[in-house]
């Protein structure tokens, strides 16, 4: 977090009310409204959430106790039954929406599908009975590592049915990277597919599943949904195909009544020590989350067409994908490939096609997009957007004009969405028919929410001064621990400032109340909106036995965000080629997967260090920006080393 950032942002003065016809429509019409109802969900939060969760979920059993608050635990409708897919499908097979599409799917190579609540509730009943067929039992975890298919929603739907726990692993992660998480999760089942298409490749993922199982210890079944038609090895009794278990089954399967607190996903991400922290999110507090801000920050109506391009591999999949949308009985369009295949007009081909209405996506795309240039856009009508939405990652005011003029024709609100794969649902964000938006900020806390931003003792900070960004008290669809390591979850999440939830960004919040997130304050990397640690890429480095040391940080990225900038050390008598630089790439693109690619290796005899030796990212960091250091440099121990890494730079 630097001064520069917070001046910069400081100078934004833009600000758009909501346009007229999409408040006189909107759930929530007024910043008053919105206001009042704030004021009463933090006053009031468990009569608020009660309320809530009365009219927006559909119980098999009310709960006894809103919220048990033990910090940092919680359990939120102790005592209630539910059911996340009974809430996304069954309630939904009503004369008027049982043949209202639930999923409009298109495939890469320009295949589509559409599923109409009624199918998918079928496939879905369908496939959670293959899954009791092959054993699968309430709490047994299930990793699914699969394309962007329907067949992907349709699995995690599957699993919460019968109450089995998902582990969705994104379809970019390594052999390694997979095994790592089926055994921190102890996954008793794999489901994937023989490959899916990206850029006109086949990704082969069952033989990614393949090498992962070499070193997966508790993985008993596999099951592969044929996608591709590429060749794949299928181990008699370990491996079975979808479609001929799929066969077998009947479509009748009645879902289990679960706890309010049942485990319902597990999902991993990255954090700035140790591997990859497995999220666990529960039932019925999830659900809530997910479903009311979809609801409210997407403004959903009956009528609209929702898209959300992110992938099902990532938290924003999860919740605006697929759970927030279905429990809203909305239309959720998903496209299995690249942004760009085979050209730069494939969204706005899409947009067009289904008459999408509500366009959610990431500002790495935006950027990408904005630099292939406007023609692609204006080649389609895409008329029939109403709302656009940003999420992942700070969204600089160009992206945000460009997207709100040349996306949205200068009427659609846009939507800066703040949350993480942690908090499971969104925390802060302008609701569109209700906040002036401002290109940058994410605007204003969502209902219930109570961030702050404070120093290091906790102390608020003064207005328009840079803090950390914390909430203050519990939220439905808080993460509930680290899956196996609770004391990671306390110490990470809950001991930096005493009873809060420590997110690790840094914010400022300015004289109208608007918040503006200024980036990860710790070692995590957002590369094109993907959290990954420079530690696990430092371990991976430091695999190959060339390698002494290694320190990873970010640089910023016209397109990325940041990218990865890697310093490395070898080992006496390795020479620094190419061909080493090649390999180490490789080795972090075989350890983390092909998006963890570095864009830059760089090789140094010695990496600055404190006297007490430890790395100096803020160095590494400005040198890979090609920016003067500025600040303290008196714990430096060997000045020689910055003379000599700016020296190799010029
Ligand atoms: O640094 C923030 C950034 O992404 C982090 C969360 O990453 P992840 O758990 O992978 O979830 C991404 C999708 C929710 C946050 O700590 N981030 C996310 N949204 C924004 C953002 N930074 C600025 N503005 C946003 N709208």
């Given at each position: ?39 009463y ?75 109409t ?8 009943c369908?496939f ?32 919460t ?5 998902h ?70 009794g ?101 942004p ?12 067009e ?9 990431a ?54 969405t ?31 929410v ?49 009873g ?83 390999r ?10 092909a ?16 006297r ?39």
């Amino acid at each position: 977090m630097s001064n520069k950032d917070i001046s910069s942002s400081l100078k934004e003065s833009r600000s758009f009310p909501p346009p007229a016809a999409f408040q006189s429509r909107a759930h929530i019409k007024s910043e008053e409204q919105y206001q009042q109802l704030w004021n009463y969900s933090v006053e009031n939060p468990e009569k608020y959430w009660s309320e809530q969760a009365e009219s927006l979920l559909t119980w098999f059993k009310k709960w006894d106790k809103t919220l048990e608050w033990d910090l940092p635990h919680a359990k939120w409708f102790s005592g209630g039954k539910i059911n996340v897919s009974y809430n996304c499908l069954d309630r939904h097979l009503t004369p008027e929406r049982r043949k209202k599409p639930a999923i409009i799917w298109e495939g890469e190579p320009g295949d589509s599908r559409t599923l109409t609540y009624e199918d998918l509730h079928k496939e879905v009943c369908q496939f959670a009975n293959v899954l009791k067929s092959q054993g699968i039992k309430k709490g047994d975890r299930v990793t699914v590592y699969m394309p962007l298919v329907p067949e992907l929603a349709i699995a995690i739907l599957a699993c919460t049915r019968i109450g089995a726990t998902h582990c969705v692993i994104f379809g970019g992660f390594s052999s390694d990277a997979i095994a790592d998480r089926n055994n921190n999760a102890e996954s008793k089942m794999v489901l994937t597919a023989d490959g899916g298409w990206r850029r006109g490749q086949v990704v082969e993922l069952k033989k990614n599943v393949d090498e992962a199982m070499l070193k997966s210890k508790s993985v008993e079944k596999i099951i592969v949904y044929q996608r591709c038609k590429n060749t794949v090895t299928m181990k008699d009794g370990r491996d079975f195909w979808w479609h001929d278990l799929m066969a077998k089954v009947s479509a009748d399967c009645p879902a289990e009544e679960l706890d309010s607190e049942h485990p319902l996903f597990i999902l991993y991400t990255s954090g700035s020590t140790g591997s990859p922290k497995g999220i666990l999110h529960t039932t019925a507090g999830y659900l809530l989350g997910a479903t009311i801000t979809s609801k409210y920050v997407f403004d959903l109506k009956e009528d609209d067409v929702y898209w959300c391009t992110a992938d099902i591999g990532w938290v924003t999949g999860h919740s605006y994908v697929v759970y927030g949308p279905l429990a809203n009985g909305a239309t959720t369009v998903m496209y299995e490939g690249a942004p760009n295949t085979p050209d730069w007009g494939r969204f706005w081909n899409i947009i067009e096609k289904y008459k999408v209405s509500i366009f959610y996506t990431a500002p790495t795309a935006i950027r990408a997009f904005a630099k292939a240039g406007e023609e692609w856009p204006n080649k389609h009508n895409l008329k029939t957007l109403r709302l656009l939405g940003s999420v992942g990652e700070p969204i600089n005011p160009e992206a945000w004009m460009w997207y709100q003029n040349k996306i949205g024709g200068g009427n659609c609100p846009v939507v800066d969405t703040w949350w993480q794969t942690e908090t499971g649902s969104i925390m802060i964000s302008p609701l569109p028919g209700a906040t002036a938006t401002v290109p940058g900020s994410a605007t204003r806390p969502f209902f219930g929410v109570q961030p702050a931003i404070v120093d290091k003792e906790g102390v608020p900070v003064e207005e328009g001064k840079g803090g950390f960004l914390i909430i203050k008290t519990p939220w439905p669809s808080m993460l509930r621990t680290i899956w196996g390591d609770d004391n990671r979850f306390k110490e990470q999440y809950w001991s930096q400032i005493k009873g809060c939830y420590f997110t690790g960004d840094g914010a400022r919040r300015d004289e109208k109340g608007n918040y503006w997130i200024l980036g990860r304050i710790d070692d995590v990397l957002n590369v094109s909106g993907h959290r990954l640690s420079t530690m696990e890429i430092e371990s991976a480095l430091v695999s190959d036995p060339a390698v002494a040391e290694a320190a990873v940080v970010g640089a910023p990225h016209d397109l990325k965000g940041e990218s990865i900038h890697c310093f490395v050390t070898l080992k006496i008598g390795n020479a620094p080629t190419d061909d080493v630089r090649k390999r180490l790439i490789d080795v972090v693109v075989k350890h983390i997967g092909a998006f963890a690619r570095p864009e830059a290796v760089r090789f140094t005899d010695s990496l600055p260090k404190t006297r007490s030796g430890k790395i100096m990212r803020r160095l590494l960091r400005d040198i890979a920006a090609g920016r003067e250091s500025k600040g303290d440099t008196s714990t430096l121990e060997d000045f020689s080393v910055l003379a000599k890494l700016r020296e190799d730079e010029n």
